[in-house]
């Protein structure tokens, strides 16, 4: 078994909703009783709908929103009991991308500064030190140096993007988020972002836990996956098996939904219907038995756990298939 980095424990994170001072208090459960483990040196994905709490579990995980309840273990520390100068040296250490390049970056800021400033904070060292580390990093990310002296919106998406993913890895972090890192690229671009993800993984060891509703993203990069609906992980283990053979409703319609780049390929047409619920009010019962082809009464009144199915492949459903 690899060595584990990050490790979750029944992680919750709710968002009190109040709609006028005489309703009662209503909270939005955009992350629900999720357990699991990201190895060291892999990559995560974590996939699902819109509104299913991928980025809140993330931004969980990194404490920029703090969780309601249970535990969260990076390096074997329980950071959400960590404070001050503690919490400040492990959030060095987790890092993140954003979705848009656009409004990621600081636009009255240069380049320089931009990724700069994580060193400042983090580092007692010279103003000629952080240059030179700067250029290094820019160079990683296939960038030159007179890029550092030019403001943001001067670059493109994807060049905006590389600069994202030096701001984060000039710290020399173990573990980064990388969120929708590639959404608002065009294809072209997202092939070479992709790629220099990869790349930078393998050369400087890192971790990724890749957020993305793109399954042919995931089938690129990914090493393990989690299938989240609603706030819950329905599906859960190494890439190829959750990819070959989903054994969640959910999963496999959503397999089936993704476009296969093959004019020749013909398959079944399996699309997943209905909206995705509310997170304020979930279905009782299996929160997916109102879209499932598969539900009986069972389904709508008992909840199912997320148990192993098959060795290291974890699934949230009475009848998998």
Not at 43 to 55: D, M, N, Q
Not at 152 to 157: K, L
Not at 239 to 256: E, G, I, Q, R
Request: aromatic share 8%; proline share 7%; hydrophobic share 35%.
């Amino acid at each position: 078994m690899p060595d584990t980095l990050i490790k979750i424990e029944n992680l919750k994170t709710y968002f009190p909703v109040k709609k006028s001072i005489f309703s009662k208090k209503l909270f939005v459960r955009a992350v629900d009783d999720v357990t699991m483990e990201i190895p060291r040196g892999s990559t995560f994905a974590v996939v699902g709908e819109s509104g299913s709490g991928k980025t809140t579990l993330a931004r969980s995980v990194l404490r920029l929103i703090e969780p309601t309840s249970g535990k969260i273990f990076f390096d074997g520390s329980e950071i959400l009991k960590l404070k001050g100068k503690d919490l400040l040296d492990v959030r060095r250490k987790m890092q993140i991308v954003f979705q848009d390049p656009y409004n990621s970056l600081h636009p009255r800021k240069l380049i320089k500064n931009i990724i700069g400033e994580g060193m400042k904070i983090h580092f007692k060292i010279t103003e000629s030190e952080i240059k030179d580390k700067i250029s290094a990093v820019l160079k990683e990310v296939g960038l030159r140096d007179e890029h550092m002296f030019r403001y943001p919106h001067e670059f493109s998406g994807g060049q905006r993007q590389r600069i994202a993913f030096a701001r984060a890895i000039v710290l020399k972090p173990k573990f980064i988020v990388l969120d929708e890192p590639t959404s608002a690229l065009d294809v072209s671009v997202q092939a070479m972002v992709l790629k220099m993800l990869k790349d930078i993984r393998s050369q400087e060891g890192l971790t990724y836990m890749f957020i993305t509703h793109n399954l042919s993203l995931v089938d690129y990069i990914a090493d393990r996956v989690a299938v989240m609906y609603v706030g819950e992980v329905v599906e859960m283990g190494e890439k190829n098996t959750v990819f070959n053979h989903p054994s969640h409703p959910y999963t496999d319609l959503l397999m089936a939904s993704n476009p296969i780049p093959d004019p020749k390929f013909q398959r079944e047409k399996r699309l997943l219907k209905g909206e995705i619920p509310s997170s304020i009010n979930p279905p009782s019962g299996c929160r997916f038995h109102n879209r499932c082809p598969h539900a009986d009464q069972k389904c709508a009144s008992q909840a199912p756990e997320l148990s192993e199915h098959k060795p290291g492949h974890f699934v949230r459903c009475h009848y998998p298939l």
